[in-house]
């Protein structure tokens, strides 16, 4: 039998406080495709950044074709016939898709690395070949177009050219299906199948199950930097001979809940009510387009809709973090379009915010402290302006039980907890204390599957107990099983509201609608 393309044998890579590689074994067969599932954390980008020269290994051998590699830099890898589409493009914006692709460079990990045949640059023979890498693995790439003018599933088939007119045999995709809508999604499965079809050998990386079965042609599972293998000992699997539920177990440790029944809420008044709301993004550019929508007392309204399209900018506007430019914000019929952050707070809105580790913990602080950050100054935590240390230990401790917040004590620092942990802390501190609205973006964002389920639960609980709750989320999933109502955002605008009509029978036809939504096809 031919040896592996590519194979590795007892990587192991640690960084200060954490093993992010522990002996990993793993082989990639020509022409298959090679699914590395695991989620945030298990390990996945660095052992790929080893294998593309940007990281070094403390052990461990790289072998391709049977023959040990020492991958010094990417363009070792480059010239091994290694290629990466990272995670963030690498594409320069003003540049037309051909100067892209001969003048190769890239800055990675803010490492600017010159990768092109420098000194002559033909770009009507580079224009010529990009056209016919193009037409066999069926990319649909116009050579002369201008990046900025891409759309981001357009740039990543950029990004594959390059790789493929660098004359890559081994294509490393991490997580290339984070930006895509479901459409996209499966365009790029059918141009991942060409490819292989013909030779090349693809790694593909992702944490959704659901992506595992529709392009796998084998499956190995990480976590915790190791690779994890089944009780009969199998490591690496096929799609026939596993289950989603098995792989969810793997990646986490243990049996999860991968779907959740919801029942439907029972919406009563409205408590929060936009109208027309206009913001600028951080360029002065319109962000928010004259939104207007309600979300009501045990109801969750989800918004629906592909990264940057707005959500960002809509929920620092509703959370006083941002100012409007336009229209009006009401909360409870109090009007709160120019109100700070603590105003909004006090009048019982809480917020789940999308950047953890800028809005809403702080990392240097213990546990017990990020447990009361926005209530220190009040009763019972403090009396004439005098914190009470034993009552904020108190607090923090019964929170930690109840939402199971994994931390050696209460007086460890926030910023040595997991991402899943960390977000726990914020769920905990918002829900213990009386809210009536519940302002929730990318809520479950780099958590493990079962921190993803627990808050979920948290989520539907509070609904249930008449809290308005905003969900903002890029994950269709989640807001397909969560929400009462979908409003789907793009450029900006509330291109549809889904009622919950709209939203029940046929799921894939659903669906579908709002994949096509999500890419602004009413
Ligand atoms: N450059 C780095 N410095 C320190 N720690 C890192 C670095 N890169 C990754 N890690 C840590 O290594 C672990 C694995 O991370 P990563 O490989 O990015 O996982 P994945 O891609 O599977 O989400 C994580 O705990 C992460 O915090
Ligand atoms: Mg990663």
Redesign the pocket.
């Known amino acids: 039998m031919a040896p592996p393309a590519l194979q590795v044998i007892g990587i192991t ?1 640690a ?7 522990d002996h990993i074994d793993f082989a990639l067969q020509r022409g298959e495709i090679h699914v590395l599932l ?12 080893i294998i593309y020269g940007l ?1 070094k290994q403390d052990k461990g051998q790289i072998l391709l074709n049977g023959h040990e590699v020492e991958i010094e830099n990417p363009s070792a890898a480059i010239a091994h016939g290694i290629g990466m589409v990272h ?1 963030h493009f690498m594409l320069v914006p003003p540049l037309t898709v051909a100067e892209n692709i001969i003048l190769g460079v890239e800055t990675v ?1 803010g490492r600017t690395a010159f990768l092109g045949r420098l000194g002559f640059l033909d770009l009507n023979g580079a224009v010529r070949r990009i056209s016919e890498l193009s037409e066999q693995y069926g990319l649909q790439i116009d050579p002369r177009a201008y990046v900025r003018d891409l759309p981001v599933g357009s740039q990543q088939r950029v990004e594959i050219v390059k790789a493929l007119y660098r004359e890559a045999d081994i294509l490393i995709l ?2 290339p299906t984070a930006v895509l809508t479901p459409q996209e999604a499966d365009e790029l499965f059918t141009i991942m199948r060409s490819l292989t079809s013909q030779g090349k050998s693809i790694i593909f ?1 992702t ?1 959704k199950l659901k992506e595992v079965f529709a392009v796998a042609d084998r499956i190995t599972v ?1 976590r915790n ?1 190791r690779v994890v293998a089944r009780p009969d000992g199998k490591t690496t699997l096929e799609p026939a001979e596993t289950s989603e539920a098995e792989l969810a177990a793997m990646m986490v440790g243990r049996d999860v809940a991968l779907t959740m029944q919801v029942e439907p809420g029972q919406p009563q008044d409205v408590v929060l009510s936009v109208r027309n709301l206009r913001v600028l993004d951080d360029r002065h550019l319109v962000a928010v387009d004259g939104v207007s929508f309600e979300v009501r007392q045990g109801e969750i309204l989800g918004v629906a809709g592909v990264h940057g399209n707005g959500q960002r900018e809509l929920v620092e506007a509703l959370t006083g973090l941002r100012p409007a430019v336009s229209g009006q914000v009401t909360l409870l019929g109090r009007d709160i379009t120019r109100a700070s952050p603590r105003e909004i707070t006090e009048l019982g809105a809480a917020h789940i915010p999308e950047d953890r580790q800028k809005h809403g913990l702080v990392l240097s602080y213990p546990v017990k402290d990020n447990l009361v950050l926005n209530r220190y100054y009040r009763e019972p935590f403090a009396r004439r302006g005098v914190m009470d240390a034993d009552a904020i230990t108190k607090n923090a401790q019964a929170l930690v039980q109840r939402f199971d917040i994994r931390t050696p004590s209460v007086d460890t620092l926030e910023g040595n907890l ?1 991402g899943g942990n960390q977000q726990k802390t914020i769920v905990a501190r918002e829900f213990s204390r009386p809210i009536q609205l519940l302002i929730a973006a990318q809520p479950t964002r ?1 958590l493990d599957v079962g921190s993803i389920e627990f808050i979920h639960r948290q989520l539907v609980q509070r609904r249930d107990q008449g809290t308005a709750v905003l969900l903002i989320s890029a994950e269709l999933d989640e807001v397909l099983s969560l929400s009462d109502r979908i409003a789907v955002m793009f450029k900006g605008q509330i291109i549809r509201l889904l009622e919950r009509e709209d939203l029940t029978g046929d799921e894939q036809a659903i669906r579908e609608r709002l994949g096509l939504l999500m890419a602004g096809i009413a």
């Open positions: 890579k960084f200060p406080g954490v093993v992010a590689n695991g989620e945030n954390g298990a390990g996945k980008t660095t052992l790929m950044n990281y995670q990990l991490d997580e990386i944490h990480l930097g997991s780099g």
